[in-house]
């Protein structure tokens, strides 16, 4: 018997709780993995609570990325004691997930985890932080550089703002941080942010389609009404990497930044990345994002204290990487 957080849905609603399940409660897979280490994403938040249309059965065992070593495998990719990372692939959502001591998934849903790189380190990074890599790894492939005008990243004192921020300053760009949160702005300033901008001044629409061009990339979380905003603030051939949706799944604009000044509208999505693009985000990571910052941005935790951070993800009250100790 092992500890999972298990949530039960009744009629009165959904209850998580930590209890002992077994190796037989366990889905069927390719691989046994003992999990060290789980992370919170606001997924997380609407598995461990209302479910937000992403589970699909009950009882459940939410955590969309774990890492560990592998106590048992059918696939010969992997043998007894390979330190692997798994984010994305529903798992969490659709399928059983890492809150829990042990869990049993494909193979294919794997990833060694990089030489350097702990499994503590893996899930301060987490879903949240790969995104933001695929994010950054995207907007280079569009032609972003350090020399150019300052990058944006808005939602930044969240996951992914985070970790791109911590990742954009170590690559050498300058990059100004957007936050709702006064009090957030030491803690992006202590990242490698150079300005602060307030929500307030960038979340309000506009009738003019282009302003001044002011931003040479964006990583944008929010969507709405800002990631409109932001659209027509974009110098010319510039691009913005859209990862999230917290401000909202409308997208109240125009064609003309994208007809007059050639601005693309990259959307990243994490959960089904191919194989070899996921190696490939994880080597970066491993290599590109310091990890004295990652350490500032972690706040610990344990498969108890789940339910309470869960609400509070959902409400925005998350500040940077918590990490579950599965074992505490």
């Not at 380190?121 to 569009?142: K, N, R, S, Y």
């Not at 190696?279 to 344990?302: C, F, S, V, Y």
């Amino acid at each position: 018997m092992f500890n999972a957080l298990v949530v039960e849905k009744t009629e009165t609603g959904t209850h998580a709780a930590v209890r002992e399940i077994s190796y037989d409660d366990l889905p069927a897979g390719d691989v046994t993995v003992l999990v060290e280490y789980s992370t919170v994403n606001y997924k997380d938040g609407l598995c461990i609570g209302p479910g937000g249309g992403l589970v699909r059965t009950y009882p459940h065992v939410p955590g969309i990325d774990f890492a560990g070593t592998v106590e048992s495998s059918d696939d010969p990719r992997y043998k007894a004691g390979d330190a692997v990372v798994l984010t994305g692939w529903r798992v969490g959502e659709k399928y059983w997930g890492g809150y829990s001591q042990k869990a049993r998934v494909k193979a294919d849903y794997l990833v060694p985890l990089p030489e350097g790189l702990s499994s503590r380190q893996a899930m301060a990074v987490g879903t949240a932080g790969f995104t933001a890599m695929l994010a950054i790894m995207a907007l280079e492939d569009h032609g972003l550089h350090p020399e150019q005008a300052p990058v944006l990243v808005t939602g930044a004192a969240g996951g992914v703002g985070s970790v791109a921020i911590a990742i954009l300053v170590n690559l050498g760009y300058e990059v100004a941080a957007v936050t709702g949160r006064p009090e957030a702005s030491d803690y992006l300033k202590a990242l490698g942010a150079t300005q602060i901008v307030a929500r307030s001044d960038i979340n309000e629409t506009t009738k003019r389609p282009l302003e001044a061009e002011t931003w040479s990339g964006c990583v944008d979380a929010v969507g709405g009404n800002m990631l409109a905003r932001v659209l027509g603030q974009m110098a010319y051939g510039a691009s913005v990497a859209a990862v999230g949706l917290a401000g909202g799944a409308g997208l109240p604009t125009t064609v003309i930044p994208f007809l007059l000044r050639g601005v693309n509208l990259l959307g990243i999505d994490s959960v089904m990345q191919p194989f070899e693009n996921r190696k490939r985000a994880w080597a970066r990571i491993a290599n590109d994002l310091p990890m004295d910052k990652l350490e500032g941005m972690i706040t610990a935790a344990t498969l108890a204290d789940l339910p309470a951070l869960g609400k509070d993800i959902l409400r925005g009250q998350v500040q940077g990487r918590v990490v579950v100790d599965v074992n505490a």
